[in-house]
């Protein structure tokens, strides 16, 4: 993708600049417009984050690999997110595969305590010293709706 990038004698209002980047982010990213046009009519605004979202569409994902992503026009990214820090290791990091790969046939969440979390929960304590119980939760939402009750405690 070329895009043009101004300079100080670049005669072009911002209005054309931004016009041509647009054009340009467009004319590269079909299969992402079309994935998001889908998306839109069984999602409110195309996404389950709002986050992801920037006009006129987001860009599709379709692989990551360590820091990359590639989305769904076969370019590659830099992902300088890694999902807000819950990748630390990069995508599909091979450890974090294997580990995955090994657990999945003995299940993946359970209504009811099992050995695993139990497991990770004396790692988490045993490593920071401020920590002294574990909650897990499935949200940022059930965190705080835990956490509320205890700080008031």
Known sequence: MA???PSA???????????DVLADYRASS??????????RRVMPGG????VAFH????LAVADGQGCRIQDADGRTFIDLLNNYTSLI????????VAAVAEHLPRGTAFPAPNETQTRLAEIIVGRVASVDLVR???SGTEAVMNSLP????
Not at 9 to 19: F, G, M
Not at 89 to 96: D, E, M
Not at 150 to 153: D, E, G, H, K, P
């Open 89 to 96: 290791h990069g995508h599909g990091y091979p450890a974090v």
């Open 136 to 138: 897990f939760c499935n």
């Open 30 to 39: 079909p299969r992402s417009a079309a994935l998001h046009a889908a998306a």
């Open 3 to 5: 895009v043009h990038v």
């Open 47 to 50: 996404d389950t984050r709002t």
């Open 9 to 19: 004698v670049d005669s072009r209002t911002r209005s054309e600049i931004e016009a």
């Open 55 to 58: 006009a006129p569409y987001p």
């Open 150 to 153: 205890a700080a008031r405690a």
